[in-house]
């Protein structure tokens, strides 16, 4: 069974910084885009980043840039998100997926809830 | 930024009915639209994708039309678990999503 987990979420005050993992089984990480999302309360589902197979290509959407980095360890069968400079405004759950059929999402994680404030 | 519009917010119905929802992009996405479908407490599932195209497992009972600014996602006739919250999403410049569509039971 194709599955994913999320982890690493907390509370953390401005600035702070926070290390999303995403456990993945039932597939071969090493052949699939995946991403990160997040949804904030009473918002609309956001796309943050997606990275390739081989984590030679990257992508991040413009509020984040410079400040998260998405990376991976295929040998764990691992994604993982590095969130630096936190800011309220990136409060929310966090969800991880596989980037299939160049661009829509399947088998997204629960997700984890990251909460920024003092 | 591609801005995806949904409607209605709200879509009251009752079990066996048949529910149309619509999705409208600020701009040309030519097909590369998806339909998710979210339960409380649950993560999206990928229902269709390039507009029309049923993603693995699902039901026949969900469709998809539309090109270009005008989408619509179609539950020919609602099942009791089809009661849900759906989103579109556009792949075509970087990768945003619709506001939500609530289906729920009347």
């Known amino acids: 069974e194709v599955q994913v987990v999320e982890s690493g979420g907390g509370l953390v005050q401005p600035g702070g910084s926070l290390r999303l993992s995403c456990a993945a089984s039932?597939?071969?990480?090493?052949?699939?885009?995946m991403a990160w999302h997040r949804q904030a309360p009473g918002k609309r589902l956001e796309f943050v980043a997606n990275i390739r197979p081989d984590g030679n290509e990257i992508n991040y959407v413009d509020s984040v840039k410079g400040r998260f980095t998405i990376s991976r360890d295929n040998a764990k069968n691992s994604l993982y998100l590095q969130m630096n400079s936190l800011r309220g405004e990136d409060t929310a759950v966090y969800y991880c997926?596989?980037?299939?059929?160049?661009?829509?999402?399947?088998?997204w994680g629960q997700g984890t809830l990251v909460t920024v404030s003092s | 930024e591609i801005v995806l519009t949904q409607s209605p917010a709200t879509l009251s119905l009752s079990p066996g009915e048949r529910a149309t929802l619509s999705c409208r992009a600020s701009?040309?996405?030519?097909?590369?639209l998806g339909w998710y479908q979210q339960k409380p407490g649950q993560p999206p599932r990928l229902l269709i994708y390039?507009?029309?195209n049923r993603a693995t497992g699902i039901p026949a009972r969900f469709s998809g039309s539309g090109s270009g600014t005008d989408f619509t996602l179609t539950i020919s006739s609602l099942e009791p678990e089809d009661f849900a919250v759906y989103f579109c999403?556009?792949?075509?410049?970087?990768?945003?999503f619709g506001q939500g569509t609530k289906v729920e039971i009347k």
């Open positions: 999403q556009q792949r075509s410049k970087w990768r945003t």
């Open positions: 039932g597939f071969t990480l090493s052949t699939y885009w």
């Open positions: 997926s596989k980037d299939v059929l160049g661009g829509y999402f399947e088998h």
């Open positions: 701009q040309s996405v030519s097909s590369s």
């Open positions: 390039d507009a029309s």
